[in-house]
């Protein structure tokens, strides 16, 4: 009987961590996602301040 409850008990936690696992990967994908695009747009800033500079 003990056995059984000690079972329930970890795979209710083994769960737990798998699911706090795939959200932080899917926070962690969405981070760099939007970082990227911040670093995008900060080089194709630059990128036009150089070009204004030469003209």
């Known amino acids: 009987m003990k056995f059984t409850?000690?079972?329930?008990?970890?795979?209710?936690?083994?769960v737990?961590?798998?699911?706090a696992v795939e959200n932080f990967q899917r926070r962690n994908r969405i981070y760099k996602e939007e970082q990227r695009k911040l670093r995008a747009a900060a080089r194709k800033g630059q990128?036009?301040?150089k070009v204004a500079e030469h003209h």
């Not at 409850?5 to 083994?14: F, W």
């Open 16 to 19: 737990q961590a798998l699911k």
């Open 47 to 49: 990128d036009d301040g």
């Open 5 to 14: 409850l000690v079972r329930k008990v970890y795979s209710g936690t083994l």
